[in-house]
Structure formats: C-alpha cells, structure tokens
C-alpha cells in the first residue's frame, strides 16, 4: 500500500490494521509513504511494481497526477484499489468514507448549535475529492438556515500550525464570526488553539475522529462540538477484501462507501478508532 502519509494518526491506524489483516491471510505488506511528494509517490508504486506486488492499495496524495502509476500497474496487472482518496486512472475498486455525508453532517449540527444564525468560516484543505466532498456537504447543510452566513474560506492544508495561524488571521478579520468548519481533525485542533486564545465564543465542527480531537471535543464547555468521524481500520481492511476479489476475478462492486459516525458531546467517551 501507499500512503499518501504516514504522520497523522488516521493513517497510522489504517496501517495497523491493514498489517493485521495481511497477517492473518499469510500475506506479506509492503507499504510506502509519500509524504504528500506526488513525484515520491509515483516512484514508490513504480518501486512496487518492480518488486512484483500482487495487489496494489493506493492512498493518493494527489488524485488526478497519480494517474500515471494507476497506469503502469493497470498495464502490469496489478489489480489497483484506491483507498479514503480517489484516483484518476483505470482502478479497479475504491473504498472510502461517505465524505459529502461527513460534511454535512458536521455542518449541519453546527448549524443547529447556532440557532440558525451567525457568519460561519470553512477552513479547507488540499484539493483532493474527500476534501472537495466534505466542503460540498457543509455547504449544502449551512445553505439549509436563512440565518447563516460563510464569510470566509481558507486554505489551513489539513496542518496543525498552519490552520491555528490561519485561523488567527479569520478572527482577526471577522471578529463576530460564530462558527469555523475544518475539514479534518488535525486542522481542528489548531484551529481549536486559536479559537481559546481569542476568548471569542466560536463553535468549531470537523471531520475525522482523531483520538486528540475527540478527547478536545469531550472536554466541558469545547468549543469543538461536533466530529463526523470515520473509520480507518474498518476501511482499509474493506479495501482489502476487495482488492483479493478483484484479483481472484470474483463478482464485486466497483465501490464500497463507508458510513461516518457524528460524535458529538453525547458520545464522545464511547467512540474509538
């Protein structure tokens, strides 16, 4: 498998799992990081290939410029299942999350928390269509309450320091914002920073189910107050199971999507990656 990173606990989870899986099939793994470099990781998969990999899981960091390596294990093949992200290309199967659903469901709590009302800010990411989705779905949610504005749409990169620095830089320009979407959780927590150090009373709603988040959002009186959470182990190894079917030639689906869980303040001591 290549991973599109492997600093980030969401993926760090997804390979647990994935090792586990191959494990118990009596598989052996090679997995790569691409650490966000489009170039490494069509190498990487140029590598993967040259080693004779049978199955071939991809996280694409980019998906249109991963279509070259799509290419080259499709004439290999090399039965090709993307994983969380979409890749352009002749794939063979994709396993993710149901991300116009997270982002709407995120959005749409939030919405609700606001009465309806109040200017609103998305703090976005890197153009990859899971992000793309997310925005749509909290779009569609926020365009739902007459009484709510998105006033602002930055580029946190899904980055820690870069989202609380970005964030810093929306309140300072709004500064009656009422609420701040990020589309993952570790752009959130940044984001998070910068909201308890302005003292303003902004609602943040994100999208993943990181540990550190979650665990922010359960704390009394958060301003983090809704996650749509996904499930990494549950699809990377779903990813698996239709990878190993498409190479023995068995029936499948082209596409297996995976329901989000909102996690809220209700239940956030119970869920868990």
Not at 64 to 92: F, L, N, T
Not at 147 to 153: A, L, T, W
Not at 201 to 226: M, T, Y
Request: hydrophobic content about 45%; charged content about 20%.
């Amino acid at each position: 498998m290549s991973f599109q990173e492997l600093n980030n606990v969401y993926f760090v989870t997804m390979q647990r799992a994935l090792e586990a899986a191959v494990n118990e099939m009596g598989a052996s793994l090679v997995f790569t990081d691409a650490r966000h470099d489009i170039a490494k990781q069509i190498n990487d998969v140029e590598d993967m290939l040259q080693r004779g990999v049978d199955i071939l899981l991809l996280n694409p960091t980019d998906s249109v410029g991963i279509q070259s390596a799509v290419m080259s294990a499709h004439d290999a093949g090399v039965p090709v299942v993307a994983v969380d992200a979409q890749a352009e290309g002749p794939i063979d199967g994709f396993v993710g999350s149901k991300n116009f659903d997270a982002g709407y469901q995120s959005c749409h709590y939030m919405g609700e928390q606001l009465g309806g009302e109040g200017k609103v800010a998305i703090l976005d990411g890197i153009p990859v269509i899971p992000i793309l989705q997310r925005v749509e779905g909290c779009q569609k949610a926020l365009g739902e309450f007459e009484g709510i504005e998105v006033v602002d749409k930055q580029n946190g990169h899904q980055d820690r320091s870069t989202a609380m620095n970005v964030t810093e830089n929306m309140l300072q320009a709004h500064p009656d914002l009422a609420g701040i979407f990020s589309v993952n959780d570790v752009g959130s927590l940044g984001a998070l920073v910068a909201i308890q150090s302005s003292g303003m009373d902004v609602k943040l709603a994100s999208v993943d189910g990181n540990p550190e988040a979650v665990k922010a959002l359960a704390h009394p009186n958060s301003p983090l107050i809704a996650i749509a959470a996904q499930h990494p182990a549950t699809m990377v190894t779903q990813a698996l199971e239709l990878a190993v079917k498409k190479y023995r030639g068995e029936e499948s689906p082209d596409e297996v999507p995976i329901d989000v869980t909102l996690v809220t303040a209700d239940n956030a001591n119970d869920f868990t990656w």
